[in-house]
């Protein structure tokens, strides 16, 4: 798939394995996909992406969000990529960490929260303010969640 510019709603999404945290890359998740069929298989391309390059003991990811240039804009695309996830990827979610929160997600998180399952919402961490770029979320992960037990 082309690349897309980030556009004023963007979130990055990073994501790393479970086990030792080895990158499995990262993208950028961008409003400027608008059409839905495009939007699936961008999410689609990325989580199999991300899959090919984990270890083979690494069953699972981490998802790390930036929500610094976060806009109301992309509640439909955080929607479709929670369907995307969920229908295509069960059990892969290890946990998801939002870094960079602006003051306005929380009223928004009470909009999305209800779309997630609880196994989803106990791997969701909001981390602290200090936690804000990916090496910081990937250390504060190793100290603060234990990993997911495999099926």
Same mark, same amino acid.
Request: charged content about 20%; hydrophobic content about 45%.
């Given at each position: 798939?082309?690349?897309?510019? $980030?556009?004023?709603?963007?979130?990055?999404?990073?994501?790393?394995?479970?086990?030792?945290?080895?990158?499995a890359g990262e993208a950028l998740v961008s409003g400027a996909v608008?059409?839905?069929?495009?939007?699936?298989?961008?999410? $689609?391309?990325?989580?199999?992406?991300?899959?090919?390059?984990? /270890?083979?003991?690494?069953?699972?990811?981490?998802?790390?969000?930036?929500?610094?240039?976060?806009?109301a804009g992309s509640l439909p695309m955080v929607h479709e990529c929670?369907?995307?996830?969920?229908?295509?990827? /069960? &059990?892969?979610? &290890?946990?998801?960490?939002?870094?960079?929160?602006? &003051?306005?997600?929380?009223?928004?998180?009470?909009?999305?929260?209800?779309?997630?399952?609880?196994?989803?919402?106990?791997?969701?961490?909001?981390?602290?303010?200090?936690?804000?770029?990916?090496?910081?979320?990937?250390?504060?992960?190793? $100290?603060?969640?234990?990993?997911?037990?495999?099926?």
């Amino acid at each position: 798939p082309a690349a897309h510019a $980030a556009s004023d709603d963007a979130v990055e999404v990073h994501a790393t394995g479970d086990a030792d945290h080895a990158a499995a890359g990262e993208a950028l998740v961008s409003g400027a996909v608008h059409h839905h069929a495009e939007r699936i298989r961008h999410v $689609a391309y990325h989580m199999e992406h991300y899959i090919r390059r984990m /270890p083979r003991r690494v069953t699972r990811v981490c998802i790390v969000m930036d929500l610094e240039a976060f806009r109301a804009g992309s509640l439909p695309m955080v929607h479709e990529c929670i369907n995307v996830l969920r229908r295509h990827y /069960p &059990g892969r979610l &290890g946990c998801a960490c939002f870094i960079n929160v602006p &003051g306005y997600f929380h009223p928004v998180w009470k909009v999305i929260s209800p779309w997630l399952d609880e196994e989803i919402l106990t791997k969701t961490h909001f981390l602290p303010s200090a936690v804000d770029d990916v090496e910081k979320a990937i250390s504060w992960v190793d $100290a603060h969640v234990q990993p997911v037990p495999e099926i």
